[in-house]
Structure formats: C-alpha cells, structure tokens
T-cell receptor
Framework: AQSVSQHNHHVILSEAASLELGCNYS??????LFWYVQYPGQHLQLLLK??????LVKGIKGFEAEFIKSKFSFNLRKPSVQWSDTAEYFC????????????FGTGTRLTIIP | KAGVTQTPRYLIKTRGQQVTLSCSPI?????VSWYQQTPGQGLQFLFE???????NKGNFPGRFSGRQFSNSRSEMNVSTLELGDSALYLC????????????????FGPGTRLTVL
C-alpha cells in the first residue's frame, strides 16, 4: 500500500520569502501525484497534479512542484509567497492503475506573516 | 457547473447515536469518495462508490458504511457514534469511468463537521 509523508507540520514565513514544502511517497509502481490546498474556511481544492511527462509541473497561483522519481519526492515550491497563501497544504498520491484511492499526507500548515 | 454539495454542514450528536451524511457530486461525475479529516491524522480514506457499488474501502470499522444511488448521490452512515468520530467528513467526486486509466482528479465538497458529545 502507498503512503505519503509530509515532514513539515507547520511552516511560518514572511511575505516574499521562498517556499518549499516536502512530500515523499512510498510505492513501488507508477503513481499520480497531487497537491491540494485548503484555505481557512474553504473546501479542499487542487493546486497541481502530475501524471506523466515533464516532471516540473506548474499549478495555480504561481505554485510548482517537481517530481523526482529517484527520491520518491514531489516537493511544492513558490518563489515568493503572499499573505493569501496562508492555508493547509496536502500532498496526495494514487497508484497509476485500476481505480485506486487517493492517499493523503497529514498536511502542512503554512502561515504567512505580513 | 455546481460543485460538490454536502448536507448538513454541521451536526452535533451524542455517543451511541447514529448519523447519516449526504453528498451530491458534480453533474456527470460517477465516482464518489468519502474521507475523514482530523487535525492529527489528515485525510483518511473511508470508501469509494462507483455505479452504486463500493469499489474501494479504507481501514475503518464496520460502523462506517455508505451507499450510492442511481443518480450518483451518496450517503454515509456512522452507527453507534464514539467521541473519536468527531471530524470533518469530506466527500469528493470524479469523472473517471470504469476500466479507464486511473485519473483520480477529485473535486471536494465543503464537508460536514460532526461533533460527538
């Protein structure tokens, strides 16, 4: 069974700082990878996804993530964060066959200080 | 296009009671998944329904059950509630078709906040 680790539980940054949130997964086969974001009081929404092809994927609001297969990682990055990026971020994976469920990490709470 | 809707949004129950939560997927979406979200555990997969059949199941006790109707709407039921069942229950729908390559882009509803006293 697959698992996802997000080692940063709570990250606090000042506006304009660069962001990198770690995500590592455990699964021996091909996977689909996702980052979801949950803004305060809002529902979970997709930030970006990787299925195949270019390992550097770009999402909404200036976020990007890089899939490094050899490291089983899919870290989320943003060069300059804004106060509005304050939210909880979840990495998720599902096996690239059949109809597998999404397995989520425990989430990283990001607080941006104005 | 309307998003995933969940009712009720908030619910307070006492231990031992049972509860039914409802989810209406995005029009055209045939797969509905349920997740339990708690501060320490993140999102834990409960089960997934497709064409009125449970297709995947997570590691939750039998007190947690669900079903899907012919219009793809889904309900989940928790019987004999325990304090630890207090959580945000999220429903997600996706357009994937049976037999197709897995393309599990899921769209989430706002959740039902269940508090068990």
């Amino acid at each position: 069974a697959q698992s996802v680790s997000q080692h940063n539980h709570h990250v606090i940054l000042s506006e304009a700082a660069s962001l990198e949130l770690g995500c590592n997964y455990s699964y021996g086969g091909t996977v689909n990878l996702f980052w979801y974001v949950q803004y305060p009081g809002q529902h979970l929404q997709l930030l970006l996804k990787y299925f195949s092809g270019d390992p550097l994927v770009k999402g909404i609001k200036g976020f990007e993530a890089e899939f490094i297969k050899s490291k089983f990682s899919f870290n989320l990055r943003k060069p300059s964060v804004q106060w509005s990026d304050t939210a909880e971020y979840f990495c998720a994976v599902n096996a690239n066959f059949g109809n597998e469920k999404l397995t989520f990490g425990t989430g990283t709470r990001l607080t941006i200080i104005p | 296009k309307a998003g995933v809707t969940q009712t009720p949004r908030y619910l307070i129950k006492t231990r031992g009671q049972q509860v039914t939560l409802s989810c209406s997927p995005i029009s055209g979406h045939r797969s509905v998944s349920w997740y339990q979200q708690t501060p320490g555990q993140g999102l834990q997969f409960l089960f997934e329904y497709f064409s009125e059949t449970q297709r995947n199941k997570g590691n939750f006790p039998g007190r947690f059950s669900g079903r899907q109707f012919s219009n793809s709407r889904s309900e989940m039921n928790v019987s004999t509630l325990e304090l630890g069942d207090s959580a945000l229950y999220l429903c997600a729908s996706s357009r994937e078709t049976q037999g197709a390559r897995s393309y599990n882009e899921q769209f989430f509803g706002p959740g039902t906040r269940l508090t068990v006293l």
